[in-house]
């Protein structure tokens, strides 16, 4: 299949007739592979088909919680609202531009502590000081931090290709009229809606396959972290590899815990974020109780049974270990969908 081009559709001229694509089963990524090739069945291209076929608004909750900043705001207390109100990231307003300019995720709280964190004798005077305006200034200078969203009429299909094109993991919905934010459409919440529907659509023959038989997943270069190491250990992990989380393994390489982005910002509930010094065993034990667990899969368990793990889980990555929980792969939201849904239309986001 010819590679097309790759033109997000938030990019699009504002005139342009997204309603009229996604009615014709249009896509900017992958035209005509709606319909597979004939003598070929159809197997493989009914998730595919089933997001092309549904917007985002459809995967909207009926209410949900939505933070927006003002990047006026100092950053310590922004860190702390995305705390006290249990989100992960907040658009950010800009009352000079009258426009939202961006987002403030973990990521961010992530990058400021590996960036000026000294020892746990030096306050982070950029923490406790810096508005988010000043961080984005500094930031850009190193990061093209543009906002990438979608409209609500868009189809599933291209905000799953966004997220995984873009390596983001939120997606703010942006109704074009008014310029609001109506949602933040995760990776979670897609797989979650494909979940809801499965009972109506057809089911695929490669369901059944084994996940060594797929290899859906991360397999190598596989990124952990010691439970001896210290968290500052685990941050420089996060920035240099851009994981989203971490497997905290033994000395004998056994996964103990799983360590993630979110669990950084509990550093920031128990006010911990002066000390990096910590080991990550201290930081596991210490953290709060509603925190993701590790949740395993196995080689032997089929792709169905892993799918109904994660979204019931409603978590974002299983840890793929052998008989003696020694770490062996990672299986994300990110592989799911891409293989799911984008593969089938001859894309490969996630290595683009």
Known sequence: MEPLAEVPLFEMDEEEDVLSMKSTGGCAYAAGALAPPAGVHSDPFVYMN??????????????????????????????????????????????????FVGMLTITDFIN????????????????????????????????????????????????????????????????????NVLHILTHKRIL???????????????????????????FRQIATVQESASVFDALTIFVERRVSALPVVSERGKVVALYSRFDVINLAAQKNYNNLNMTMREAVSSRACCMEGVLKCYPHETLETIIDRIAKAEVHRLVLVDAGDVVRGIVSLSDLLQ?????????????S
């Not at 609202?81 to 009258?98: E, F, I």
């Not at 979940?195 to 991360?218: D, S, W």
């Not at 293989?339 to 290595?351: E, R, Y």
């Open 50 to 99: 089933f997001m092309k076929s549904h917007c985002c608004y459809d995967a909207m909750p009926t209410s949900s919680k939505l933070v927006i900043f003002d990047t006026t705001l100092q950053v310590k207390k922004a860190f702390f609202a995305l705390v006290a109100n249990g989100v992960r990231a907040a658009p950010l307003w800009d009352n000079t531009l009258k426009c």
């Open 339 to 351: 293989a799911l849904v984008l593969t089938p239309a001859g894309i490969d986001a996630l290595c």
């Open 112 to 179: 400021i502590l590996h960036r000026y964190y000294k020892s746990p004798l030096v306050q982070i005077y950029e923490l406790e000081e810096h508005k988010i305006e000043t961080w984005r200034e500094i930031y850009l200078q190193y990061s093209t931090n543009r906002l990438i969203s979608i409209t609500p009429d868009c189809s599933l299909f291209d905000a799953i290709y966004s997220l995984l094109k873009n390596k983001i993991h939120r997606l703010p919905v942006i109704d074009p009229a008014s310029g």
């Open 192 to 218: 979650k809606f494909l979940h809801i529907f499965r009972a109506k659509i057809p089911k695929p023959a490669f369901l059944q396959k084994r996940i060594n038989e797929v290899a859906i997943g991360t």
